[in-house]
């Protein structure tokens, strides 16, 4: 998110007063006062120093946390909707492997819609390490955010511990 700094201040900045989710508490104030705009094909050019392990850590402590806070449902939505539409592709499988073969069609192209132009530069585990990802994500955000609201518990950040 990119924001002007009036606007950072008449929102009042983060709200030092939560003790999760105060990026997302930011978000909602800033939605409340502004519709935000998207660029379409914006990228952030970054090197991420983080393992496959690593990122898959992250994204639970995110849905998690989402979880807890009651926020984000659209995203908790469209997650279980993807891990439907697998499941039935796969049991679809004793018919014919056609719904099976969209599903994975339909996850590559969004997997790696924004970075075609990158496809020759990426080594072939790096690619499959993305798509590997792309496939688990539904299913961890899915699972975690239901776990985190139901429990309403979350997990203390391993970096407060150092």
Sequence with gaps: MAF???LWQRVGGFPED????????FDAKVRSLVMPAFAERAK?????????RSALRQMVSYSVT???LG??????FRNL???LAEIVA???LFYSPIPLLCVLALEIYFAFRLDWSDFPKTSPRKLAARLA??????WIVAWYQTLGSVTGKNRPNRQNFS
């Design 4 to 6: 002007r700094k009036d």
């Design 18 to 25: 939560v003790f999760l989710g105060e990026d997302t508490a």
């Design 44 to 52: 952030a050019a970054y090197h991420p120093r983080q393992t496959f």
């Design 66 to 68: 989402d979880g807890v």
């Design 71 to 76: 926020g984000r449902s659209a995203r908790l």
């Design 81 to 83: 909707a993807r891990c």
């Design 90 to 92: 796969v049991l679809a």
């Design 133 to 138: 990802f792309s496939l688990l994500v539904p």
